[in-house]
């Protein structure tokens, strides 16, 4: 599984506690699980580029750029798409969308890919730590030599990631994908995570008819797609 990292802005800080979490995995698996930084800020070419992404079961990264080499992914491969923390004083709001799909999700819309999206929290914005309500506003939107506002705006923003959901969604939905070839069930699969995640575009049995759904070949027959409709409302 690789871990999307980026040089010079939206860097995962903490990325070293999650491939070390995920390294742990190969005891709840009957096969050995890796997870790698994956840099395309790094790669000398678009060939090593493919051949890097050719070989992984999964992606996992920030909303950005980086992301659209999931792409490059096998057939029925998995991408985490973690969505920044972004306040209602902040614009960017579309990057954390999980009522329809992210500009991402648009590129994965109807593909051979599952695409899952885990809205971050404010634990992730290594800024104005201890700071709460319009002190915290503030402590974000202060420019100037010593302000945090370039910091703060979520293209720019460092951030942080709990390696808890990471090693979840790697444990609950990567590995059992891996390990069987029979179709699973939409309330299933959707049963192995919490509401923190969304659902974009998923490959699994909804037991209808499948009717609107795009239709590929066995063992994943449709591509469907869960959105959290609540987000839309909670606006």
């Not at 002190?135 to 979520?154: D, I, Q």
Request: include cysteine; charge should be positive.
């Amino acid at each position: 599984v690789g871990l999307t990292q980026r040089t010079y802005r939206r860097t995962w800080l903490n990325l070293s506690e999650s491939i070390d979490a995920c390294d742990k995995l190969h005891n709840v698996s009957q096969h050995k699980v890796a997870c790698i930084e994956v840099n395309v800020e790094k790669t000398k070419s678009p060939m090593e580029q493919l051949l890097l992404h050719g070989k992984l079961d999964g992606l996992i990264g920030v909303h950005g750029a980086q992301m659209t080499q999931a792409i490059l992914l096998p057939r029925h491969a998995h991408v985490l798409e973690l969505l920044p923390w972004i306040p209602h004083y902040s614009r960017g709001k579309w990057v954390q969308r999980r009522s329809s799909p992210t500009p991402l999700g648009i590129i994965f819309h109807n593909t051979d890919l599952n695409h899952l999206g885990y809205s971050l929290g404010r634990d992730s914005v290594p800024l104005c730590e201890g700071e709460e309500g319009e002190n915290l506003k503030k402590c974000f939107l202060r420019k100037g030599k010593k302000g945090n506002f370039k910091k703060f705006l979520w293209p720019r923003r460092d951030f942080n990631v709990n390696p808890e959901p990471v090693v979840k969604y790697i444990e609950k939905v990567v590995i059992p994908s891996e390990e069987s070839r029979n179709m699973t069930s939409c309330d299933e699969m959707r049963g192995r995570l919490d509401k923190r995640f969304v659902w974009y575009n998923i490959w699994c049995d909804d037991g209808g008819d499948n009717k609107g759904h795009e239709k590929r070949s066995f063992p994943y027959n449709y591509a469907k797609h869960f959105y959290d409709v609540e987000d839309e409302r909670r606006k």
